[in-house]
T-cell receptor, first 114, second 115 residues
């Protein structure tokens, strides 16, 4: 069964610290990897996508991918209280299709305290 | 309007009612998706339409009936629902083409309560 696993948390970090969120996946054929942020009562918002091994940086966010270890992570530098949300890891295996099916983890709740 | 919009945002319906959820995307995409998000469960893919053709139906009960009249609009018709169908229903869209990033963008969702 294709699965995406995340530590549900909550992960609590002080303001200004680095928050590290982790995700493992079981499908070795996975091609694309995404991080979504979901505030309470809101819909998921795409914040990072990564397709190749290594790091990808966008502002305070860095996504890391290691396909050999089937591991994806998201680092949030200089964490702010406004980063408090649930972070969803999503993994895609297009399987030869043109549209892509996402498999989501359960999400990690992040709390940034002042 | 920008992005992906959904109406209504909140819906309360009885088990014998018939209602429809509407989704519209303003991103020029040609693949659209329905997801269900229940408490303490991962997002579940329900249906996928690519180029207006239904290409995925993930064992969803027949009381949920999707419709995609064109690449910008997606509906989810609901009838004789059960209380366990209460959830957040999310619409998403992406650009369908082999080799593209497949990034999916979500609408705000419809919070459905079945009484």
């Amino acid at each position: 069964q294709k699965e995406v696993e995340q530590n549900s948390g909550p992960l609590s970090v002080p303001e200004g610290a680095i928050a590290s969120l982790n995700c493992t996946y079981s499908d070795r054929g996975s091609q694309s990897f995404f991080w979504y942020r979901q505030y309470s009562g809101k819909s998921p918002e795409l914040i990072m996508s990564i397709y190749s091994n290594g790091d990808k940086e966008d502002g305070r966010f860095t996504a890391q991918l290691n396909k050999a270890s089937q591991y994806v992570s998201l680092l949030i530098r200089d964490s702010q209280p406004s980063d408090s949300a649930t972070y969803l890891c999503a993994v895609l295996n297009a399987g030869g299709t043109s549209y892509g099916k996402l498999t989501f983890g359960q999400g990690t709740i992040l709390t940034v305290h002042p | 309007e920008t992005g992906v919009t959904q109406t209504p945002r909140h819906l309360v319906m009885g088990m014998t009612n018939k209602k429809s959820l509407k989704c519209e995307q303003h991103l020029g995409h040609n693949a659209m998706y329905w997801y269900k998000q229940s408490a303490k469960k991962p997002l579940e893919l329900m249906f996928v339409y690519s180029l207006e053709e239904r290409v995925e139906n993930n064992s969803v009960p027949s009381r949920f009936s999707p419709e995609c009249p064109n690449s910008s609009h997606l509906f989810l018709h609901l009838h004789t629902l059960q209380p366990e169908d209460s959830a957040l229903y999310l619409c998403a869209s992406s650009q369908a083409a082999t080799g593209t990033p497949y990034e999916q963008y979500f609408g705000p969702g419809t919070r459905l309560t079945v009484t």
